[in-house]
């Protein structure tokens, strides 16, 4: 009898340990990926779809976590489809060279509110690649979970578009990721 407890207790921690990571998806059509910068002192705001990757997270052990998504760029949508071309061109992300914006992060630590989380991470725009702290707030939700953050990244750092006195060098991403 004690050995079918430990037994049964070895299983649990195991599948606690594994289980609580298990890899998931991000749900395309239940996700959001967006963009606000100033351009001519106008705020412009933008989406992309075609998210893809895998998300391994525990919020009991977040220094567990594993994230790697990418997104297509070809779909960027800011309601203006000359616009939205200018963007795909070699001006700005040069899409037929990079189609996809990739964020792989390794490490997660815990935020100061409850439930809330610092994904540090590798940005690659194009053919650079940086560091960046992204801070997201993680909710369990229909058998998965949604992600939620917002940071900023200077698109000049990743050679989007160029110098320019109409445009900001600053954009901010907010994030709205389901996964299941």
């Given at each position: ?57 525990d919020p009991a052990k977040p220094e567990a976590s594993a994230?790697?998504?990418?997104l297509d760029v070809n779909s960027i949508n800011t309601g ?101």
């Amino acid at each position: 009898m004690k050995a079918t407890f430990v037994v049964l207790g070895l299983l649990f921690t195991l599948c606690r340990n594994t289980c609580m990571a298990q890899a998931m998806h991000p749900v395309d059509e239940s996700s959001k990926v967006s963009f606000f910068i100033k351009n001519f002192g106008v705020t412009v705001d933008g989406s992309f779809k075609g998210l893809q990757g895998e998300v391994r997270f525990d919020p009991a052990k977040p220094e567990a976590s594993a994230f790697e998504m990418s997104l297509d760029v070809n779909s960027i949508n800011t309601g203006i489809a000359r616009r939205d071309r200018h963007l795909r061109s070699d001006d700005y992300f040069d899409v037929a060279r990079f189609p996809k914006i990739n964020v792989k992060g390794e490490k997660v630590t815990e935020g100061k509110e409850k439930g809330s989380y610092v994904l540090h991470a590798k940005l690659t725009i194009k053919d650079v690649t940086r560091d960046i702290d992204i801070p997201f707030k993680a909710v369990a939700k229909n058998g998965g979970y949604q992600f939620d953050g917002t940071f900023r990244v200077n698109r000049l750092d990743y050679k989007v578009g160029g110098n320019s006195i109409s445009m900001a060098d600053q954009a901010t991403v907010v994030l709205q990721v389901f996964t299941k």
